[in-house]
């Protein structure tokens, strides 16, 4: 049994996996795959991979490929949703502040230092017309940490995935003020290059199992209710959230990775760019 580590955020969009684990279906082709539910997101799964806690990250794309070109040694195997991420822009219930405009040069809350949240602060600012150069930022580590901050008003306003804020909107602790998606495809699979290097065959052994759930992962008997019922919402909001999401089996396109860096450059998160085989796999 060859045991692989692998990450993700605790949300729905990784239902596959543990739909894949709990019917021991890695397991049945001898792969021990140990999943690890990682709340603070990418920059936390970023530090993960160097460290070599884990060997495969479920990840954003726009998170990784940061960390990739920072030394990150690695690689992009395929996409794996393919539709956008739609990040909600969230102020604390009591906030103030009522439009986008309100929220110039107020203190962003983040997860940590290159997450996906501080990343995609400033491709909404840049959307905006502000000055990306005088973002402000505070680290929260988790969505608790956010719901602290936005009510006691050390930051001000909060960028995560939409359908997952949506129950602390219902519940009147958040407000959201608008939508930004990405430009790019939200989520791919990374692995650590030393062990796709190793291992190529058990790597692809676990993209086809993983892939062959997604593709009908949207017409599972009941899926929606599943969802409501493991995530805490509401069964129109995931039934929304299945339309808009689309999973992918597709290796990252050279057009896709050049958006990505074109945009990451231009923001001065990233200080160059890197060639396609540097980043991921065709």
């Not at 690689?75 to 909600?88: C, F, K, M, R």
């Not at 599943?226 to 396109?253: C, F, H, M, V």
């Amino acid at each position: 049994m060859k045991t692989i580590k692998i990450a993700g955020v605790p949300e729905h969009f990784n239902l596959p996996w543990h739909l894949c684990l709990e019917n021991k279906e890695f397991e049945a082709v001898g792969i021990d795959l140990q999943w690890t539910d990682v709340p603070e997101g990418t920059g936390k799964l970023c530090q993960m991979l160097r460290s070599t806690t884990i060997d495969i990250a479920v990840i954003l794309t726009e998170g990784i490929v940061k960390d990739i070109v920072a030394g990150n040694e690695t690689t992009i195997v395929q996409v794996y949703v393919a539709s956008p991420l739609i990040w909600g822009i969230h102020v604390g219930a009591n906030s103030s502040y009522q439009k986008m405009a309100d929220l110039e040069n107020t203190k962003i809350a983040i997860s940590r230092i290159g997450s996906g949240s501080q990343l995609m602060a400033y491709v909404n600012a840049e959307n905006q017309g502000w000055n990306t150069d005088e973002l402000s930022f505070e680290i929260i580590n988790t969505l608790d940490g956010a719901v602290q901050a936005l009510t006691e008003g050390t930051a001000d306003y909060f960028m995560w995935e939409r359908f997952m804020t949506k129950p602390l909107v219902d519940k009147g602790i958040f407000r959201r003020i608008a939508d930004c998606p990405t430009p790019w495809p939200s989520f791919v699979i990374a692995v650590r290059s030393e062990v796709l290097q190793s291992d190529p065959g058990i790597i692809a052994k676990i993209l086809e199992i993983i892939n062959h759930q997604t593709a009908g992962f949207k017409v599972i008997p009941g899926i929606d209710e599943t969802l409501a019922a493991r995530y805490g919402q509401k069964a129109e909001d995931i039934q929304e959230w299945l339309s808009l999401t689309e999973w992918s089996a597709n290796p990252l396109t050279i057009k896709e990775l050049e958006a990505i860096q074109k945009e990451l450059l231009e923001l001065k998160i990233i200080d160059k760019i890197i060639p396609f085989e540097a980043v991921a796999q065709y």
